[in-house]
T-cell receptor, first 112, second 115 residues
Framework: DQQVKQNSPSLSVQEGRISILNCDYT??????FLWYKKYPAEGPTFLIS?????DKNEDGRFTVFLNKSAKHLSLHIVPSQPGDSAVYFC???????????FGTGTRLKVLA | NAGVTQTPKFRILKIGQSMTLQCTQD?????MYWYRQDPGMGLKLIYY???????DKGEVPNGYNVSRSTTEDFPLRLELAAPSQTSVYFC??????????????FGSGTQLSVL
């Protein structure tokens, strides 16, 4: 039972354009969401997060949007750069716990 | 600071063999996690620990054992290796403050093949 789903395995975007990565979840007890970026042969690194009491969080070129009623979050990267090419994972934490559940990942390729 | 250190980086096992994947952190974090990454399947939580002497199962604990005798170390044990355990294993740590600015820090992974 996949509680956190990333339905697009891959995405290609031109350099300078916007990249939108999507994530859906099923567990209404998730209260905190994170995005991680992973390069080959490296561990995932933290990108940005959002709590369930907010609907938007920005950090430079990265913005995360949360729609609780739709159980959906998205990561926007503007403008996209070739160095952004990586696998992106969304993750969610269940309220009152320290368990972090990750999605299946989306491979982003930014074309120069 | 080394952060989160995993050893070995690569390992090939024969079916039925056993091994321990090591994870050490110098971040003084209370929480430690083991994940496995299979192609197209994302990261699956195997076990996690909220402090020395306390461990709990994640999403896919079968075939694995863990222990947490110190804050720094969280080894993952495979007793009877099976081909289904071929994967990349990641250890992660978190401060466990349950705040909305918390994040996990990952090691660089152990690539394990069971043949």
């Amino acid at each position: 039972d996949q509680q956190v789903k990333q339905n697009s395995p891959s995405l290609s975007v031109q350099e300078g354009r916007i990249s939108i990565l999507n994530c859906d979840y099923t567990n209404s007890m998730f209260d905190y969401f994170l995005w991680y970026k992973k390069y080959p042969a490296e561990g995932p690194t933290f990108l940005i997060s959002i709590s369930s009491i907010k609907d938007k969080n920005e950090d430079g070129r990265f913005t995360v949007f949360l729609n609780k009623s739709a159980k959906h979050l998205s990561l926007h990267i503007v403008p996209s750069q070739p160095g952004d090419s990586a696998v992106y994972f969304c993750a969610a934490r269940t309220s009152g716990t320290y368990k972090y559940i990750f999605g299946t990942g989306t491979r982003l390729k930014v074309l120069a | 600071n080394a952060g989160v250190t995993q050893t070995p980086k690569f390992r090939i096992l024969k079916i039925g063999q056993s091994m321990t994947l090591q994870c050490t952190q110098d971040m003084n974090h209370n929480y430690m996690y083991w994940y496995r990454q299979d192609p197209g399947m994302g990261l699956k939580l195997i076990y996690y620990s909220v402090g020395a002497g306390i461990t709990d199962k994640g999403e896919v604990p079968n075939g694995y054992n863990v222990s947490r005798s110190t804050t720094e170390d969280f080894p993952l044990r495979l007793e009877l290796a099976a081909p289904s355990q071929t994967s990349v294993y990641f250890c992660a740590t978190g401060p466990g403050a349950r705040l909305y600015n918390e994040k996990l820090f990952f090691g660089s992974g152990t690539q394990l093949s069971v043949l």
